[in-house]
């Protein structure tokens, strides 16, 4: 069973049900992995996940990537990938995936690059995070594709466009 933990700065915006939207991503990406069957295990698997502001995304990611600069999502796995297959054999049940945090001006930028509301890219964030506490990657070619398809998989699954197409305007 998944759960998200959702902490939400003021300044996004109040008129959504990000809980909602927050589980729904996380639970698109996880059922497309080889990790889809803790969707229907009794352990609980938490994902916390912070929509913050731009400055304390760029704190963090200066702390822990040694880049000073804002960035739209940062991961931070709480289990290795080597562990990821033992996750259900937990002793207590409950397994805390990781951290998610998204910054809302650099995601409300892209959204509008993209012609597309901030709460669809904001899904599409989670989905990209979520694969990341996962062990997915997108250094490399091989892994870049492997990761994008199953986010394309998992946008498509909840009625949202590829987000790798070049829009033509």
Excluded at 17 to 30: G, M
Excluded at 64 to 93: C, E, H, W
Excluded at 102 to 123: P, Y
Excluded at 129 to 147: C, R, V
Aim: include cysteine; charged fraction near 25%.
């Amino acid at each position: 069973m998944l759960e998200t933990a959702l902490s939400i700065e003021p300044v996004w915006p109040d008129t959504t049900d990000w809980e909602a939207l927050a589980l729904r991503a996380a639970s698109a990406a996880l059922e497309r992995t080889t990790h889809g069957e803790w969707l229907t295990l009794p352990v609980g698997i938490e994902i916390s996940i912070r929509l913050t502001t731009d400055d304390e995304v760029q704190t963090l990611n200066a702390q822990y990537r040694q880049k000073d600069k804002p960035t739209n999502v940062l991961s931070f796995p709480m289990v290795q990938p080597d562990l990821l297959d033992g996750i259900a054999n937990t002793d207590d049940g409950e397994v805390l995936l990781g951290d998610i945090a998204l910054a809302r001006g650099v995601c409300e930028r892209e959204a509008a690059e993209k012609g597309i509301s901030v709460e669809d890219h904001a899904t599409h964030l989670i989905v990209h995070g979520t694969l990341h506490l996962l062990g997915y990657d997108h250094l490399e070619d091989g892994e870049a594709d492997a990761m994008e398809a199953i986010e394309i998989d998992a946008l498509a699954a909840l009625g949202l466009s590829d987000p790798y197409l070049i829009r033509e305007d």
